[in-house]
């Protein structure tokens, strides 16, 4: 018997191995939703490496570009508690367009102040960590809005285009920022960001309203409570399991701090070797959502995510006893691929398992747990890697990932009896 259990299918096609578009074909709504939301994406992705530029170009100071990361991670975690509590207050539709307007016109503001010459350090901080509000806000709204558009038989699929969005933005943003950046200066970096969120900006106007079920139109609802919605997931064990395996992985298994150290140690490499090591997970995770058509047919979703986290902690503990940077390369793709397998289950149990009127809390938990578990992890890796050796900590770590994702499964058998057709929390 298949550990998957999948439905009957006729001769294999082309569908059943790309990814599935019929979310974006079903619904007009969602594919505005998904386009302005891929387009954006990739605005903001060229805007981050502006940023980091241009304070790299004002201090000459690595240490003030790493904190670029800290002034969008803090208000990103603190208010994404808060963003999913609004979310099941109000409109997630106003909240989506109003939070997507902030974001664009802090980007039309970026713009303008690069045009007027206005450089100052402490300006793009406290843009950057506007944004991350702005973000955290707009984030918990639309995931909330997928199960209202979709069908829950298309969550997975839509899941899965959602990962072509965030990976391809990450990937082509940088690139594209880098080469207006070089060629035409920030502002002009800035302003094609601020332009691209006219795509989402139509799109979230576009939509009909989003109130949670079960608050009237004209009657003022009840303030949503973080706590109540962390309340809820304590008693919720398979939605725990979602958020204890991811956290298996992204912080006992995540060697990014230790690349740079791995590519002139184990291979004899330079920059350009630690581009090569930042980009093999990302390349994996995109080719995982574009060849993602089969995994619609998959009914078991906690089985599947154990399976891909132990898959991502074992691929990693291969390449930390790899000493060729080609068959690295290939095991880093392979455990991007699995990230991305366990990240479609995982936002696909979020959004069917949990009743509409929490689902924006849960989805604020979420954008905690993935903000923060890899630079938890980047701690852990690189104090392993000073005080045993980076072999040590690539290898411990991904092999630890197995053990404790192995003994979550014994602790909540029920997690891997889990079946899409009848969703529990």
Known sequence: MSPLPVEPQGPVTKRRILADLTPLRTSVDYRRLWVGNTISWTGQAMTALAVSLQVYDITHSSFSVGLVGLFSLVPLVVFGLYGGAIADTVDRRKLGLYSSIGSCGLSVALAVVAFAGFHHVWFLYSVVALQAVCGALNSPARSSMIPRLLPPEQLPAANALSSITTTGGTMLGPMLGGLVVGLWGYQAAYTVDA????????????????????????VRRKRASVLEGLRFLATRPNLRMTFFTDMCAMVL???????????????????????????APAVGALLGSVFSGWLGRIRRHGLAILLAVAGW?????????TRNLWLGLFFLALAGCADTISMVFRSTMLQAAVPDEMRGRLQGVFIVVVAGGPR????????????????????????????AVGLLALKWRRFARYDARAPEA
């Open 195 to 218: 332009v691209a969120f006219s795509a989402a900006l139509y799109a979230m106007w576009r939509l009909p309203a989003m109130r949670p079920e079960g608050a009237e139109e004209g």
């Open 313 to 321: 902690g074992t691929a990693i503990a291969v390449f930390g006893l």
């Open 376 to 403: 938890l992890g980047d701690f852990v890796a690189g104090s392993v890697g000073d005080l045993a050796s980076p072999g040590w900590a690539v290898v411990g770590g991904g092999v630890a990932c197995v053990v």
């Open 253 to 279: 298994a995540h060697p990014r701090a230790l690349f740079p150290a791995v590519a002139v140690v184990w291979f004899g490499g330079d920059a350009k070797s630690v581009g090569l090591l930042v980009a």
